[in-house]
Nanobody, 114 residues
């Protein structure tokens, strides 16, 4: 059974940066594509970034050039470096397999506000 624990969220001003981490346990982490998702109030959860087992990455258009997904297979961890944050990036951020097919963690709140 896969368990996912997200961390690293917080309150940041527009233009600021945050680095999110997701620790995965209970599976052979390295063989799976992983993704970062987010859910803003009143909106559906969306995939914002994904990384294959081989390290290829893909981003939704709204975060291209600002967010970077990476992974450390030795530590069963996936990261999301978020730069040039905007008000509209405010959401709860989750990680999961890509596509998502295991239980969701508690997420980590990212609030961008001046």
């Amino acid at each position: 059974q896969v368990q996912l624990v997200e961390s690293g969220g917080g309150l940041v001003q527009p233009g600021g940066s945050l680095r999110l981490s997701c620790a995965a346990s209970g599976t052979i982490f390295a063989i799976y594509a992983m993704g970062w998702y987010r859910q803003a109030p009143g909106k559906q959860r969306e995939l914002v970034a994904a990384i294959t087992s081989g390290g290829r990455t893909n981003y939704t258009d709204s975060v291209k050039g600002r967010f970077t997904i990476s992974r450390d297979n030795a530590k069963n961890t996936v990261f999301l470096q978020m730069n040039s944050l905007k008000l509209e990036d405010t959401a709860v951020y989750y990680c999961n397999l890509a596509p998502a097919r295991v239980g969701w963690g508690q997420g980590t709140q990212v609030t961008v506000s001046s």
